[in-house]
């Protein structure tokens, strides 16, 4: 039978863009469908505008800093419509790339959503489409647990586009967009608290490294409310704890999780076996359980990073048209949380390391990073390696501090190589500096 086109992606993010460019450079016939901005949640309501707002929001200690080392400055003021335009600006061109990248390489766009009908067709604008493999890229949204009243709160799609800052906000949550919000927040001037329902920050992360988090994000002006569990929101924004504390704000948003975007797309009709929450269910190579739907990014709920998408999407052209059949590597993955301060981590918590390795070493520094002497901030950095005693490799490695993405990503390809703390320790460090802690901890502190 001839089809249309040999894929048809669903879904114009980081990942079915990837796909979908790549296959068309290896001669494939590719079409994609998009009912929204190109470039997912990650350009549009993600990891992009989400850290030009961190930028904005970290300029506030900059300017208090800068007077230790001399510096005489005017009363620093904030204009929000201002960063709000500028991002949107950003973001526009972003989009724009995207889609040259696409119409460049020669793939049909779609604009509209896109269901599946069955194994090789989709439905686009009324209009049905053949395809040899169907690709379901279409990402995550945001889970607001079904409290009374959640009507009256936000998620971070919204808070991308507030036409103005609130004077009192609540965050819930404690996973990577709540930490990084309230730091967001806090930083613009906005009295912020954080509830989470957990003992600590960060659940799925090293334990040792949310409880830091939680202190440092404390000390620079958040309020903290751990194992603080909302049950009702009021019209006025009134929010009642299961404790039974109730508190008004003017803004609550709810950071609570992202679920995968599968709801009404014709999957489970078509035989594609989801799991409890959506997800598409897949293999290795990302196909799912009908040979001819694959499915890769956030919608797969396997590792939902950005950059894992875009591998995803390379792994599978390489599968299916590049003759290469590819599986993707989802151990050692290195993550950055662009809270304040930054986070980042590569390989096994410690707690992981344990279930697994039964005898770790951990090895620990935390201090006054030396921008900070001069001054009267208390923030510390915290850098932590944990090694398997028996092969002395580097299993996991974290950080908290100023510039941690940047500064974890060369410590990652160590960690992905399975360099021993030997050879961690026989690198000679760059001085001074926060980064030469990893090659100069000496001494197990467990």
Same mark, same amino acid.
């Given at each position: 039978?001839? %089809? ?7 879904? =114009?993010? !980081?990942?079915?863009?990837?796909? !979908? ?9 590719? +079409?994609?469908?998009? +009912?929204? %901005?190109? /470039? ?5 309501? @993600? ?6 707002? !961190? ?12 007077? !230790? ?7 620093p003021r904030f204009d929000w419509p201002t960063l709000l335009a500028n991002k949107n600006r950003e973001i526009a061109r972003l989009n724009g790339v995207y889609e040259r990248l696409l119409t460049d390489a ?7 959503? +896109? ?33 009374? /009243? ?16 609130? @004077? ?6 404690? =996973?990577? #967009? ?18 989470y329902r957990g003992a600590h920050l960060l659940r799925g992360f090293d334990a040792e490294l949310g409880r830091h988090l939680g202190d440092e994000m404390a000390k620079k002006g958040v309020r903290v409310r ?10 006025? &924004? ?5 404790? =039974? ?13 992202? &679920?995968?975007?599968?709801?009404? $797309? ?6 594609? *076996? $989801? ?14 359980? #009908? ?5 890769? =990014? ?31 590597? %989802? ?32 090895? &620990?520094?935390?201090?006054? +990073? ?21 092969? *002395? &490799? ?34 000679i460090g760059i001085h001074p500096t926060a980064a030469e802690e990893f090659v100069t901890m000496r001494t197990p502190s467990a």
């Open positions: 039978m001839k %089809h249309d086109f040999d894929l048809f992606t669903i879904g =114009g993010g !980081s990942g079915g863009v990837r796909a !979908s460019r790549v296959s068309a450079g290896l001669g494939a016939r590719v +079409a994609i469908a998009e +009912a929204g %901005h190109f /470039g997912g949640t990650c350009v549009n309501v @993600g990891c992009i505008p989400k850290k030009l707002f !961190s930028y904005a929001a970290h300029f506030r200690e900059d300017f208090e800093v800068a007077k !230790s080392f001399g510096w005489s400055i005017g009363e020669g793939v049909a766009i779609h604009r509209g959503r +896109a269901v599946v009908r069955d194994a090789h067709t989709v439905e686009v604008n009324g209009k049905a489409f053949t395809a040899r493999h169907l690709l379901v890229a279409t990402g995550g949204w945001p889970y607001v647990p079904a409290i009374a /009243g959640r009507e009256h709160a936000i998620t971070s799609n919204e808070a991308f586009f507030l036409e103005r800052l609130p @004077g009192h906000a609540l965050v819930v949550g404690g =996973g990577y #967009v709540a930490v990084e919000f309230a730091s967001i927040f806090n930083g613009l001037g906005v009295a912020t608290t954080l509830a751990l194992q603080a569990n909302p049950i009702r929101v009021e019209a006025d &924004r009134t929010v009642e704890f299961a404790d =039974g504390t109730r508190e008004r704000f003017d803004l609550v948003m709810f950071a609570t999780g992202r &679920r995968p975007n599968t709801e009404s $797309l014709g999957l489970e009709q078509a035989g594609v *076996q $989801l799991s409890e929450d959506g997800a598409v269910l897949v293999d290795a190579y990302s196909r799912s359980s #009908v040979e001819s739907i694959w499915a890769i =990014g956030d919608v797969t709920d396997r590792l939902n990073l950005t950059p894992v998408a875009t591998a995803e999407g390379m792994g599978l052209a390489k599968t299916l048209f590049g003759g290469e059949p590819t599986p993707i590597d %989802h151990d050692n993955v290195p993550t950055a949380v662009f809270a304040d301060p930054n986070l980042a981590t590569v390989g096994l918590s410690e707690e992981t390391a344990r279930e697994r390795f039964g005898n770790v070493e951990v090895y &620990r520094a935390s201090f006054r +990073a030396l921008k900070h002497t001069l001054g009267e901030r208390p923030e510390k950095t915290f850098l932590k390696l944990v090694v398997d005693a028996a092969s *002395q &490799r580097v299993l996991g490695a974290h950080m908290l501090g100023p510039d941690a993405g940047e500064i974890l990503q060369g410590i990652a390809i160590a960690v992905k190589l399975g360099a021993t703390k030997a050879q961690f320790d026989a690198t």
